[in-house]
């Protein structure tokens, strides 16, 4: 049974940092894309970032660009987003997910992962940044 599970949300100021972390279960993560996903009150779910399996290649939404890298653990079968910088536009509730293939999948326009071509997600882990 495909399993992802997020943790490490919760409260930060402005300017402060976060590190998320996906642990999957069901699947052997070296073999597949994960990507990261959130979603505002009132907003669609929106693509943050993902990382290729192969070549452990990054994609980045441009909100996110230089300030969130994301990294992968095969071997703790997990998957990493670091925020850094943070704003009080990135509070949202941020998910991981994949769709057990080994590339990203990413919307043709914005270039960000594309949460309508994801079949298998986690719970989410709150994030809120605000003084």
């Known amino acids: 049974q495909v399993q992802l599970v997020e943790s490490g949300g919760g409260l930060v100021q402005p300017g402060g940092s976060l590190r998320l972390s996906c642990v999957v279960s069901?699947?052997?993560?070296?073999?597949?894309?994960i990507a990261w996903f959130r979603q505002a009150p009132g907003k669609e779910r929106e693509g943050v970032s993902c990382i290729n399996n192969r070549d452990g290649s990054t994609v980045n939404a441009d909100s996110v660009k230089g300030r969130f890298t994301i990294s992968r653990d095969n071997a703790k079968n997990t998957v990493y987003l670091q925020m850094n910088s943070l704003k009080p536009e990135d509070t949202a509730d941020y998910y991981c997910a994949t769709d057990l293939g080994s590339r990203c999948r990413t919307d043709q326009g914005t270039g960000a992962p594309d949460p309508m071509r994801y079949d298998y997600w986690g719970q989410g882990t709150q994030v809120t940044v605000s003084s």
């Open positions: 069901g699947f052997t993560l070296d073999y597949y894309a």
